[in-house]
């Protein structure tokens, strides 16, 4: 069954639509890598930081990436986007299981919801600057 889990980042969980903005995505196809930039709203995090904390996320060994618009995702009654944390991971999906399946991988799956949109991936590893 799917575990869903907040990600602690260095001032910890985040949580709120206006946890994180996203303003910067770059997709290297041929490196199989993702980064994103953008900025955090610290009083939304769990050890509360006054302003706005600038971030960088890399997330390796990209095998899924999926981007959705936060007001279509809420629509979708397949998809649970209202639980959890603003950034999440995500154990014991269809999905690992699927890529497990089909190429072997055991990757990471989760989940980045900023004011716009909800991010998606399954990778190797990630990295997380502030």
Sequence with gaps: M?????VQTPIGALYGRDAIYLDHV??????????????????L??????????????FTE?????????????????REYTQGSSFDELTDTPLLA???????KNLKHLMLKT????????CGDYKMTI
């Design 2 to 6: 799917p575990q869903i889990k907040a």
């Design 62 to 78: 990209v095998y899924y990436f999926n981007m959705i618009e936060l007001d279509v995702a809420l629509h979708l009654s397949d």
């Design 115 to 122: 004011y716009d949109d909800i991010v998606e991936i399954a």
């Design 26 to 43: 770059h997709m290297n196809y041929s490196k199989k890598e993702l980064v994103l930039k953008g900025e955090i709203n610290g009083g």
């Design 45 to 58: 995090a769990a050890e509360a930081t006054d302003g706005f904390v600038p971030y960088e996320l890399i």
């Design 98 to 104: 699927t890529i497990a399946s089909a190429r072997g």
